[in-house]
């Protein structure tokens, strides 16, 4: 089936620290990949996407890169502010352009 | 630009009452859906449609029902709620074009007691 795994519990970091939230996928074929970002008592919003191999999404600093190889698309950035505090969730898109999430990490950044 | 626009964004309900919730999109998007979320879950996906008049079950469809008469309108009913059905309710919408991203509207928190 078509499902996405993101690395287990919330992550809690400094200012100006460097992150990274690991996503893995199974899928058929080559699905799109996305990363959508929850900021508290708010809907989702896209972050960034990838939709072929080797392709690199970006969007106010964060990057991800989509890995056939390792079924990857792991988000990065390299210096969080307290304003990116938020929900991040992976997600993939398969028939009919439906989206298949992972369970999202909560990211707590501390001044 | 409204995007898409939930209501209502917050209700208690009892066991066994019914209540629908109103999903409306002005991007004309072909396709709408409708997920909850309950927490360390990520988003479940209820019900879907691809075109007006026209839906289909998603992962966790048991307790509602949908429908999309019009094309910019996607209701999602509860018939006889139940403590189960306590969540936040998403809709979203997305073009036909694959790799599109779809658009979320802020959400309805729902209570059952």
Known sequence: GNSVTQMEGPVTLSEEAFLTINCTYTATGYPSLFWYVQYPGEGLQLLLKATKADDKGSNKGFEATYRKETTSFHLEKGSVQVSDSAVYFCALSYGNNRLAFGKGNQVVVIP | ?113
């Open chain 2, 1 to 113: 630009n409204a995007g898409v626009t939930q209501t209502p964004k917050f209700r208690v309900l009892k066991t066994g009452q019914s209540m629908t919730l109103l999903c409306a999109q002005d991007m004309n998007h072909e396709y709408m859906y409708w997920y909850r979320q309950d927490p360390g879950m990520g988003l479940r996906l209820i019900h879907y449609s691809v075109g007006e008049g026209t839906t289909a079950k998603g992962e966790v469809p048991d307790g509602y029902n949908v429908s999309r008469l019009k094309k910019q309108n996607f209701l999602l009913g509860l018939e006889s709620a139940a403590p189960s059905q306590t969540s936040v309710y998403f809709c979203a919408s997305r073009s036909f074009r694959e790799g599109t991203e779809a658009f979320f509207g802020q959400g309805t928190r729902l209570t059952v007691v």
